[in-house]
């Protein structure tokens, strides 16, 4: 007979409220903070990511026998494909051009995130060999879920490299993208920074900074509790600027700012930048382990290199004081480059059901890898950093 206390159960979720937050975090961590039950909640408290916005919450928990959590994803049934970074329109195009029903699908992403990080999680309390069986879990339960419901496909965005590798061997296509990250190479300051850069690429930043100082423009880092209704209200009109003028429609809520400086306190970090006491922009950050990730932007006046400084440079000076790591700037950008943000590979993993069309995704995958390869190649060349071994 088999051991009945090893026996695990999956449970779907309509809802996060249907899980305690305590037993959510034991399984999410505290390295990343878009996996907490923090921020994925006011997603769905704001009204930001629910069945009514196309994102139907179908979260996985796994548990034992007297019902403790041991691992948890977070899942989504949606019938479009926005909000996603990891773009499959055409895939959607051509498979209704042939007949078939792309929507509804299955995603195990973060709703609107374009940031790495770990998408099956496991509790911290579980061995290596238990972390092994629920990983092995987690994705053969969500192929289940995705053949329950007959949906066309599964996609998992922006996880974790040992999450991408466990869904190939469970039959995903395995894709790749690329983003701008820095590294924090133990500096100590921003001018320490500068010096690893060649002559022309610090030159070029000096003046950037220099061209915003002499605006007279005041900024301001808010953490946490420091943070007020009045400015998230503000930050929410240059969110609202950006989105409508470069996304089209805009997927936040107010509430849903407002719901994260409550939640996640200290881990929010909202850098405003005035003229005569009056917020023109602001850049919104998180907090996690080793890592600052830069998500939202927007201003009301155009000053020249106002996005540089708000986003990247007051970043850069923020993780060097307090130690962090790597930045994360979110999606797209070749312009990083020059500024100190090197590409870094992203991944996905695609669950398809009908054969021809995972066949000719799979095709379409291959294509597209080789052209990234040359591509980060070719970007290997534009380092804007000094070449050390020729000092």
């Known amino acids: 007979m088999p051991d009945e206390s090893n026996i695990m159960t999956a449970r779907i979720l309509s809802s996060l409220s249907d899980v305690s937050a305590n037993d959510w975090d034991r399984c999410a961590g505290s390295v990343n903070p878009f996996v907490s039950y923090a921020f994925l909640s006011a997603l769905e408290d704001s009204g930001s990511a629910t069945a009514d916005t196309g994102w139907m919450p179908q979260h996985i928990v796994i548990e034992d026998p007297i019902g403790t959590v041991l691992a948890a994803a977070p899942l989504y049934l949606k019938n479009h494909s926005y ?10 195009d051509a498979f209704e051009r042939a007949g078939g029903h792309y929507y509804p699908k299955l995603q195990c992403t973060v709703p609107f995130t374009p940031a790495t990080g770990p998408r099956f999680l496991i509790r911290n309390s579980v061995n290596k060999t238990q972390s092994t069986d629920l990983y092995q879990t987690l994705a053969g ?12 496909s599964l996609h998992i965005t922006f996880p974790e490299y040992v999450e991408w590798e466990i869904a190939g061997n469970y039959g995903f296509l395995q894709r790749v993208g690329q983003q701008f990250h820095w590294e924090n190479r133990n500096y100590t300051d921003f001018e320490a920074f500068l010096g690893a850069l060649t002559s022309r690429k610090r ?19 808010l953490r946490g509790k420091e943070i007020k209704d009045e400015h998230w209200h ?3 009109a240059f969110y ?3 989105t409508e003028k470069k996304w089209g429609p805009s997927y936040l809520t107010e509430e849903f700012f407002q719901l994260l400086g409550d939640r996640l306190g200290d881990s929010v970090l909202l ?18 382990e080793n890592t600052l990730f830069g998500r939202n932007w927007g201003c009301n006046t155009n000053y020249k290199f106002l996005h540089f400084e708000t986003c990247y440079y007051r970043a850069i000076d923020f993780a060097i004081d307090h130690g962090l790591k790597r930045i994360e700037a979110g999606a797209q950008g070749h312009h ?4 100190g943000y090197l590409p870094n590979t992203t991944y996905s993993a695609h669950w398809i059901a009908d054969p021809n069309l ?11 890898r080789e052209a990234m390869k040359d591509e980060m190649s070719i970007l290997a060349n534009h380092s804007p950093y000094r070449d050390e071994t020729a000092d």
């Open 83 to 92: 909000g996603e970074y990891v773009f499959d329109w055409g895939w959607a």
């Open 358 to 368: 995972r066949q000719a995704v799979s095709h379409f995958i291959s294509k597209e």
């Open 240 to 242: 609202l600027n950006t």
């Open 336 to 339: 990083k480059i020059q500024r």
């Open 271 to 288: 850098i405003i930048a005035e003229n005569d006491y009056q917020p023109v922009a602001g850049a919104l950050n998180l907090i996690g």
């Open 203 to 221: 030159k070029q930043i000096r003046k950037e900074r220099q061209r915003i100082a002499d605006t007279g423009l005041k900024f301001t880092a």
């Open 234 to 236: 503000a930050f929410y």
């Open 141 to 152: 339960t969500m192929i289940q879920v995705a053949k329950k419901m007959k949906v066309s």
